[in-house]
């Protein structure tokens, strides 16, 4: 019974192409956040839903897309991807004022 | 310039001995510190949440401490166990802003028997 459940665990892709990642949390918590950790491990959040609205979006590059399709649910689209996408990304859930609880991560390289 | 900066990069200690992280921030004013552990390949994983006016937080062997006038906290580990090796991330939470954070860079530790 996992918290929060990120799949795929591993994305091995090549350029170019269009992945999606998906999260879910059985937490009932009401906000969802995507995180990118690169190589030096610095985390850098990249979007969080709030009931179904996006509340925070850092300056990602709009080839990234978070898809909420309910509360429990917040998925992560990536079209034409880039040499420098590859990084772990970790799905986070979390009512407000409350501890983050994080996925596993989902490591991404692209050949 | 990060608003979170923490020291050491990195700290190997034996088996048993204690140690002390520091996380020095700008983020002002601000609303909550959390320090977060995390093991290699998984999430982080949180340890103890303070807000501005708590001084200390405990969590079993770690200990939190933070000084809102020097911006500056420190996580204390007690009696280091083998499993305490992983990265620990400081996160800073600006007032009134909801779910904004600022992720401190980590520090990764590693004990040894």
């Known amino acids: 019974d996992t918290a929060v459940s990120q799949t795929p665990k591993y994305l091995v892709t090549q350029m170019g192409n269009d992945k999606s990642i998906k999260c879910e949390q059985n937490l009932g918590h009401d906000t969802m956040y995507w995180y990118k950790q690169d190589s030096k491990k610095f985390l850098k959040i990249m979007f969080s839903y709030n009931n179904k609205e996006l509340i925070i979006n850092e300056t990602v590059p709009n080839r990234f897309s978070p898809k909420s399709p309910d509360k429990a649910h917040l998925n992560l689209h990536i079209n034409s991807l880039e040499l420098g996408d590859s990084a772990v990304y970790f799905c986070?859930?979390?009512?407000?004022?409350?501890?983050?609880?994080f996925g596993d991560g989902t490591r991404l390289s692209i050949l | 310039k990060n608003q979170v900066e923490q020291s050491p990069q990195s700290l190997i200690i034996l088996e048993g001995k204690n140690c002390t992280l520091q996380c020095n921030y700008t983020v002002s004013p601000f609303s909550n510190l959390r320090w977060y552990k995390q093991d290699t390949g998984r999430g982080p994983v949180s340890l103890t949440i303070?807000?501005?006016?708590?001084n200390t937080k405990s969590n079993g062997r770690y200990t939190a401490t933070l000084d809102a006038d020097t911006k500056q906290s420190s996580l204390h580990i007690t009696a280091s166990q083998l499993s305490d090796s992983a990265s620990y991330i400081c996160?800073?939470?600006?007032?009134?802003?909801?779910?904004?954070?600022?992720f401190g860079t980590g520090t990764s530790l590693t004990v040894i028997p």
């Open positions: 303070m807000t501005f006016s708590e």
């Open positions: 996160v800073v939470s600006p007032f009134h802003t909801g779910n904004q954070f600022y």
């Open positions: 986070a859930s979390s009512n407000l004022g409350s501890p983050q609880h």
